[in-house]
């Protein structure tokens, strides 16, 4: 302990050495120890709060790998050969296809006049442009050759299974997931292949089918559908039925009028024929490129120039679609007097094919040929309903039989948007929920993009999927890199799984019938928006125009879905933050400061929002 001492005269006061202290109070020291030994002491550890978790072994930059499959390889599935590896780090992806090569419905319909009706310079991916189509309005084989070359050249053959059937998806929950059995259609083998994530590409049109007429299978002539033409069919000189008068069906007419000795045409709907869509008019008979313009394509910004004043037309004309609007009407106009002039040799036809539900009720069908077609005298048109097939012909509910050598059904295809084979999960068949008599009645989805209750499921250009405007290359283009979005979220953050709300989903559902109800699409008519059904729910296209649908997939509500993670422990960030820096970082050889470049190279928008320029 210390004691002061008191103030004492300064020739007295000393110090312990026996020297004055001229008077200052000086501190004493009694006792050393006490006052020291407290020093000496290791101080006691601060307690960190301590987690509950540790630290996962890796890096943030390195996402994990996703098992993904395709289902087909029409459009829609070449596309997301092209884009998803470049979009998606890690991803190992397989395209199962029933086919013997790409192409899709390009490749399957081979009929006589089978043609795109919008220019070839529209019907064709943003990233490769074709400068050499050979005609505006390209040939169903040179679209399926120009599929086949993006293909090749963005190396999507090597994920490709060509030739395999995929028979049905089942989720296993305990492991989370996808059990895809597949048919090899060349050996006949079939077995089965796990995958994190499987991407429906199966398309609209692409599971075609017969009508469900008594005697079909009695018929001793030559039966077949639209798009499954039999190429060494001669029609020269035949009796010929046409069934259906979608867009294949008239094409179907229009082409073989000239060469058979009797075309039947069975329409039991009508539908609103028009000269073009956008104003670009088709024709029966190939339209070439003119040179002059041909050679002006070999200026790239003229190309570009050419490409987008062609295919901003199919942007615009909102208006067209919604109920009671001037555009709509002035285009009841303009088709009457186009089927008025092209009928002029057979008036008495002209009631008799105008419908009474509004145009683009149904999809509008350029039908170069058709009117014309039908006022030829080998040329009957059928509105009676078919009452059934006999061994030599078709028999309608009046009581009269046709004879004919062949019958040729375009009666469409998949139009319901029910998947072709069985998808399980939780003890339900989607295949089953969707269906007119199922749970839900209709293809209930989220956006079009994936639906409840079936987790890391999508569907690639499925229900809902894309706008009335537009064009189909792009609107898939969008969806797929959507999902290269969705997938990186799943591989960068460890997610498990991943599945849209059924309040999401509600809500989606609920904004489509409010928004197709002030539209003719809800009209009494049949098409394959509402599934051949008058009155049904539309689900063929996506509830307002194409760029209404870009920006919503553009910019994705995370909040809408529901998710479950790698870590055991539930902490959403114990896998995703790993060991909380880059790999990339600790690579002294890689650039880790990107975002410097060129100043006059830097678009500020694009500042700090490109997902694979990261530090």
């Keep these: 302990m210390t004691t002061e001492t008191e103030s004492i005269p300064p020739s007295l006061a000393q110090g312990d050495s026996g020297k004055a202290t001229d008077g200052i109070k000086l501190s004493v020291v009694e006792n050393i120890t006490d006052d020291v030994e407290p020093l000496l002491k ?5 307690s960190y709060p301590k987690s509950d978790i540790s630290l996962v072994q890796r890096h ?3 996402p994990r790998e996703l098992r993904v499959a395709v289902v087909g390889a029409g459009l829609s599935g070449v596309i997301a050969g092209a884009l998803l590896p470049a979009k998606v780090p890690g991803i190992k992806l397989t395209i199962f296809e029933k086919n013997a090569d790409v192409g899709g419905t390009w490749f399957e319909n081979v009929y006589p006049g089978v043609r795109c009706d919008v220019p070839a310079h529209v019907y064709q991916s943003s990233f490769e442009p074709n400068t050499n189509w050979s005609e505006q309005f390209a040939q169903g084989a040179e679209i399926r050759d120009y599929w086949k070359r993006l293909a090749r050249k963005y190396d999507v053959y090597q994920y490709l299974k060509l030739s395999h059937r995929v028979d049905e998806l089942s989720w296993d929950e305990s492991r ?12 006949g083998e079939t077995f089965n292949q796990e995958f994190d994530f499987v991407l429906t590409a199966i398309g609209r049109f692409n599971a075609w089918k017969l009508p469900d007429y008594p005697g079909l299978h009695d018929f001793k002539g030559l039966l077949r559908h639209a798009s499954h033409w039999d190429p060494t069919f001669d029609p020269k000189g035949k009796k010929i039925a046409v069934i259906g008068n979608g867009a294949s069906g008239i094409q179907l007419v229009a082409n073989l009028q000239k060469h058979v000795g009797r075309l039947d045409h069975y329409a039991r709907n009508k539908t609103w024929v028009s000269a073009s869509f956008a104003g670009d008019e088709t024709s029966i008979v190939p339209k070439p490129i003119s040179p002059e313009l041909q050679e002006s394509f070999k200026d790239p910004n003229e190309y570009v120039k050419y490409r987008k004043q062609l295919e901003s037309k199919y942007w615009r004309g909102f208006s067209s679609w919604l ?7 002035q285009s009841r106009e303009e088709f009457i007097k186009l089927v008025e002039t092209r009928l002029a040799k057979k008036p008495e036809l002209i009631k008799s094919v105008i ?3 509004s145009p683009h009720c149904r999809r509008l069908t350029p039908g170069p040929g058709y009117f014309e077609a039908l006022t030829e005298d080998n040329v009957e048109y059928i509105q009676t309903r078919i009452k059934r097939f006999t061994e030599t012909g078709v028999e309608t509910e009046d009581g009269k039989h046709r004879e004919v050598d062949a019958i040729f059904c375009a009666t469409g295809a998949n139009v319901d948007m029910v998947p072709p084979f069985s998808i399980w999960a939780h003890g339900k068949d989607l295949a089953n929920l969707w269906r007119q008599d199922g749970e839900y009645g209709f293809p209930y989805t989220y956006l079009g993009v994936a639906t409840p209750g079936f987790p890391n499921l999508a569907f690639i250009h499925g229900p809902n999927g894309s706008g009335r405007s537009g064009t189909v290359p792009h609107s898939v283009e969008v969806q797929v890199s959507f999902y290269a979005n969705l997938l990186r979220k799943v591989s960068r953050e460890g997610i498990k799984t991943i599945q849209p709300s059924q309040k999401a989903a509600d809500d989606f559902v609920q904004y489509s019938d409010a928004f197709f109800q002030t539209t003719v699409l809800s009209e009494n008519c049949s098409s394959w928006y509402n599934g051949g059904q008058p009155g049904s729910r539309i689900h063929g296209l996506w509830p307002g125009s194409a760029t209404h649908v870009s920006i919503i997939y553009r910019n994705p509500r995370w ?3 529901e998710y479950e993670y790698l870590s055991e422990t539930g902490n959403r ?4 933050f790993g060991v909380g820096c880059t790999k990339k970082e600790l690579d002294l050889d890689a650039d880790i400061t990107p975002y410097i470049r060129d100043p006059a190279t830097i678009d500020l928008r694009n500042i700090h929002e490109s997902w694979w320029d990261l530090p």
């Design 42 to 46: 290791k101080p006691e550890s601060f």
């Design 60 to 62: 943030i930059d390195e």
């Design 176 to 187: 989370s997931v996808w059990n895809v059995k597949v048919h090899n259609l060349g050996t």
């Design 323 to 329: 109920k009671g609007s001037e555009v709509n009407e």
């Design 355 to 357: 419908p009474d539900f």
């Design 559 to 561: 909040e809408d879905w």
């Design 573 to 576: 960030f114990a896998w995703y």
